[in-house]
Structure formats: C-alpha cells, structure tokens
C-alpha cells in the first residue's frame, strides 16, 4: 500500500537519468522538446512492447495516445504514468521549465490535491466517476 493516491504521476520523476536506459539517453540527445518526444514515442517499444504509442495533433495542440498492441484500452493508471514519465525525462536533460499547459487524466480527481505537485501550474481535466 502506499499513502500517496497519485504515485503514477509523482514515481517517475524519482527515478534517476538511466532507469529508462536507451530511451533516456535518446530524449537527452535531442536538441527540442518535440524532438525529445519523438524519440520517446519512436522507441517506447523497448521499455513496453505490449503498449503502441503515438502523438496526435490537431490545432489545438498535441495528443499522446496510447493503446495496447493487441487492441484495447490501456489500464488507466498506465496511461498517467506514462505521460509524467514523459515529461519527467524532458525536464531532465532539454528543457527543465517544461511547462504542461493541459492534462487531462484518465483517473477521477482524488481526495487530495497534492497529487497535482508534478504539474503545478497546467488545466488538470479528471475523468469523470
């Protein structure tokens, strides 16, 4: 058990530069964000090949999606990990005032709020119950 309704979001900025192996020295080679994310998505394979990911955009911004290789949803909490993982390894080695302008998690809003401490600042949208 652990007391901390959000680990998903706050674990993996804990984890050291290397945890991800390849994947963390292919973000931190990147010269932008955007290309950090590539690289991110291009080889997430690596970390989970069971989970396909991918970026769409439309005009209102950019969308990380993720779906299991064999179909169907990916368990929420998954979902939420894998974004702060994310943005926790762009922090790290290209741009570390990131800021995340919207989230929206795939988990209700929980009893508290600290929760939110990866990402302050950003519009955080909760699933509904």
């Known amino acids: 058990r652990c007391a901390d309704p959000a680990l998903q979001l706050a674990a993996p900025a804990t984890l050291p530069f290397g945890a ?4 963390d020295y292919l973000v931190a080679a990147a010269a932008t964000v955007g290309e ?6 291009r080889f997430f394979g690596l970390i ?3 989970v396909a ?5 439309d005009r209102d911004g950019y969308c990380l999606c993720l779906s299991m290789a064999k179909g169907g949803p990916v368990p929420p ?4 990990y894998v974004f702060a993982a994310l ?3 762009i922090r790290m080695r290209i741009k570390p005032d990131l800021q ?4 929206e998690f795939r988990q209700p809003e929980p009893p508290a709020r600290a929760l939110c401490r ?6 955080v949208l909760w699933r509904r119950r």
Not at 118 to 123: A, D, I, L, M, Q
């Open 77 to 80: 909490l998954y979902v939420d």
């Open 100 to 103: 995340v302008r919207q989230v």
């Open 36 to 41: 950090g994310i590539g690289h991110f998505v």
């Open 48 to 50: 989970a090949d069971a």
């Open 87 to 89: 943005v926790s390894r």
């Open 53 to 57: 990911l991918g970026v769409d955009q």
């Open 20 to 23: 991800y192996r390849v994947i």
């Open 118 to 123: 990866p990402f302050p600042r950003p519009r």
